[in-house]
């Protein structure tokens, strides 16, 4: 079973930057897409950015293209997600993702495998 384990969250000044992590287990993840999807107070989960673990692969929200990069850990089944320019609506509970060959990056119901999130706040 897929376990997913995020941290590094916490509170930045707009303009500042965090990198969250996601700590993967429980599956051989050669063939997996890696993602990260963020939900604010009364919106729905939105996709923010993922990363063929195979191909190295990546894909973004245009929301964040040029301000947030994700990126793979070479020796260990982590998943990074490297925020900078943050701004108060990037604020967010951001969670990690993982699905074997998923087609479409985007939707959040294609996906089934989340951990618990991580609390990212970012004030004016």
């Known amino acids: 079973q897929v376990q997913l384990v995020e941290s590094g969250g916490g509170l930045v000044q707009a303009g500042g930057s965090l990198r969250l992590s996601c700590a993967a287990s429980g599956r051989t993840f050669s063939t997996y897409v890696m993602g990260w999807f963020r939900q604010a107070p009364g919106k729905e989960r939105e996709f923010v950015a993922a990363?063929?673990?195979?191909?190295?692969?990546?894909y973004y929200a245009d929301s964040v293209k040029g301000r947030f990069t994700i990126s793979r850990g070479n020796t260990k089944n982590t998943v990074y997600l490297q925020m900078n320019s943050l701004k108060p609506e990037d604020t967010a509970v951001y969670y990690c993702?993982?699905?074997?060959?998923?087609?479409?990056?985007?939707?959040?119901?294609?996906?089934?495998?989340w951990g618990q999130g991580t609390q990212v706040t970012v004030s004016s």
């Open positions: 990363i063929s673990w195979s191909s190295g692969r990546t």
């Open positions: 993702a993982a699905e074997p060959g998923v087609a479409d990056t985007t939707t959040p119901s294609l996906w089934h495998a």
